[in-house]
């Protein structure tokens, strides 16, 4: 018994001594220093701990640190990357025994982080200066969602969320804090900010699951998001297998907006603009490749479905998709060829036909794409476009349509346009063929309808360069030709340029009468946007017209002279030229004061004139056919000539 006394003595002694020391140490600098150098050591950056250190000691010990700092980069636009009024944390130690971190609880007490990067895009996140701090932030980073410590009860109060990127003009401010929801009291995790996103306003109102779900790779994760950049909103709601992955959505989108080019600076994905729009789909994502499934929606007046993936693992973005329209308003594609969609303002209004819209090289070379798009149908009303397709596809700032194909009047515009990117002054090329498209249908509805006619076929294979679509084409280099066959002159039409054409032009027209037109053949060569008439001849039943001068793409004028040959010597025995000038949008017809042209010259303008378009043959029969009444013009020329 005496030596049991002196053994309870000796462990009561020793045990005494033992809380006097965990005493001293903890009210002691001991414990604060050992956290701070630790802390710092581990993040390459200053941890400071300016207020106290409490202990509460027990099985479940709970450790207060007070003002907690974290130090930013050099570069940092603030002092502190990460700061808190007060951590509070309970543990449990037999877990911990185990190998497993449990905490009860969690507290952050005014807690403020600050994200941001420097111009070169450099993150003040990144830890990796410090070969130890790296090793450390890589060690202590969880890389599944059962390695997440097991947090039971996290709370987040007013707490705050800078962040910063320059170079992508973004400034977000956030508010974070936790709450207990409404739907079965679930915990949540809220995140409200504001601020600005790509220079225009931001807010966002995020709703996600306690942070001890991150773990549970059994459940998954609820996510709901509403965000909004300008006009640009964005709603996106469901669950996450795994959300520290980003891993196993199953989330719907919505997304809508007034322009989809204001996409571009928040996807990267580069669209041109549009009117107002509203898709919604499904959110997925298989590795690298995010996709927008199955989603449905409207572009301006015009329905849009489809799929859209964008593989986001490669040195450029590489986004795919195949697009359907059922119903297209052709007024919603005038982004596309460089002009403004309706309802919008030009900057600059001087008269223009040809589009000024410059050509965007920092969107051509941000994202590689492959689309192939269909139009079923094309409402576009006063002209009989009937349906489009179209295969896209952007190399490294290269665009190239191919196949290009649209359906005008029973005929079809199809061939291939290249947009070239890669250089600093972009460049187009364009090889099309127009073939069997019947005129009478532009005229429908009119009191023309019953007058015109005819059916048009011919040929644009021109290249050019520009800083805008208006500069490519009054550049351009190559060839352009036309046939018409069939139809008629109608006297309304005629009449409509103002003075009278008809008797210039040797046209026996009454008020209700139209002249027959066998066949008009235009054959221009394109030279730095001046297209020089190489042979150009209108024949009708009564008169031959011989069509010299130039067309200037780069000024948008007109210079030409028409010259009437009479094929009956009963008609008016002579004719002064018809002079067409002006600009695109107003052009002006006169009578050019001078020598009249000689009569019965018609026979003499077709051998002259049309042998030359024998080489057009095959363009004829293409875009009218083998019977075509210009294809017997043009054999009975060259017999006329023999």
């Known amino acids: 018994m005496r030596v049991l006394k002196w053994i309870g003595l000796g462990l009561a002694l020793v045990l005494l001594l033992l809380a006097g020391g965990i005493y001293v140490l903890v009210t002691s600098p001991f414990i604060k220093n050992q956290i701070v150098e630790r802390s710092s050591t581990a993040t390459g950056r200053e941890v400071a701990i300016d207020g106290d250190v409490e202990i509460d000691w027990s099985l ?14 050099e570069w940092g636009s603030q002092p502190d990357m990460i700061s808190a009024e007060r951590i509070d944390v309970s543990i449990k130690l037999l877990d911990l025994l185990r190998g497993r971190v449990t905490l009860p609880e969690v507290r952050l007490i005014k807690p403020e982080v600050l994200l941001e990067k420097r111009a070169d895009g450099t993150p003040n996140w990144r830890f990796g200066e410090n070969p130890a701090a790296a090793t450390a932030v890589e060690a202590t980073t969880p890389e599944d969602r059962h390695e997440f410590p097991i947090i039971r009860h996290l709370v987040i109060d007013d707490g705050t969320l800078d962040y910063r990127d320059p170079a992508e003009n973004i400034e977000i401010s956030s ?13 949540q995790t809220l995140l409200r900010g504001n601020g600005r996103f790509a220079g225009k306003p931001f807010t966002l109102d995020m709703k996600a699951g306690a942070l001890l779900a991150l773990r549970e790779s059994d459940k998954p994760y609820p996510v709901s998001v509403n965000a909004s950049v300008g006009e640009t909103k964005l709603t ?10 980003l891993a196993g959505p199953d989330l719907k989108m919505d997304l809508r907006g007034q322009n989809l080019a204001e996409l571009f600076p928040i996807f990267g994905i580069p669209i041109p603009p549009t009117p107002f729009y509203a898709l919604s789909g499904q959110l997925t994502r298989k590795g690298d490749v995010w996709s927008f499934k199955d989603f449905a929606g409207r572009v301006g007046d015009s329905d849009l479905s489809g799929d859209f993936a964008v593989d986001i693992g490669g040195e450029r973005p590489f986004a795919r998709a195949t697009l359907v329209s059922k119903k297209l308003d052709y007024r919603d594609l005038a982004g596309f060829i460089g002009a403004s969609p309706e309802g919008e303002e030009e900057e600059v209004d001087d008269g223009r036909v040809l589009p000024n819209q410059p050509v965007n090289l920092e969107q051509l070379r941000a994202v590689d794409m492959e689309v192939s798009f269909t139009g079923q149908e094309i409402l576009a009303p006063g002209l009989p476009l009937e349906a489009l397709e179209a295969r896209l596809k952007l190399d490294n700032g290269r665009l190239e349509l191919d196949p290009l194909r649209f359906g005008v009047a029973d005929g ?6 290249v947009l070239n990117g890669r250089q600093d002054v972009p460049s187009v090329g364009a090889d099309l063929r127009i073939a069997k498209v019947n005129l009478q249908k532009f005229f429908e509805g009119s009191e023309l309808a019953e007058d015109m006619g ?6 644009v294979d021109l290249t050019g360069e520009g800083n805008t679509f208006g500069e490519i084409l009054g550049s351009s280099d190559g060839s352009l030709a036309i046939v018409m066959g069939g139809g008629r002159f109608s006297n309304l039409l005629l009449e409509f340029a103002g003075i009278d054409v008809a008797e210039a032009l040797g046209f026996m027209l009454t008020e209700d009468q139209s002249v027959a037109t066998r066949c008009i053949v235009g054959d221009f060569d394109v030279d730095d946007g001046l297209m020089h008439t190489k042979t150009m001849v209108i024949d009708t039943t009564d008169t031959n017209i011989a069509v010299e001068g130039a067309v200037s793409l780069k000024q948008e004028t007109l210079d030409l002279t028409l010259e009437a040959h009479p094929k009956d010597p009963s008609l008016l025995a002579a004719r002064s030229p018809v002079r067409v000038t002006g600009v695109f949008d107003d052009p002006q017809f006169g009578v ?14 077709l051998g002259v004139v049309l042998t030359p378009l024998a080489a057009l043959l095959p363009m004829i029969e293409l875009g009218l056919g083998e019977d075509s009444p210009c294809r017997q013009l043009i054999e009975q020329a060259q017999n006329t000539k023999d």
């Open 60 to 73: 479940t010990p709970r450790l207060r640190l007070n003002k907690v700092r974290v130090a930013n980069t």
């Open 175 to 187: 508010k974070v804090n936790t709450a207990i929801g409404t739907g079965g009291g679930a915990e």
């Open 236 to 245: 996106i709601g469901g669950t996450l297998q795994d959300p520290l992955k």
């Open 412 to 417: 079809t515009v199809a061939g291939r346009v």
């Open 454 to 459: 005819g059916t048009l076929g011919g040929r």
């Open 592 to 605: 050019e004061a001078g020598p009249l042209v000689a009569r019965g010259a018609a026979a003499a303008i």
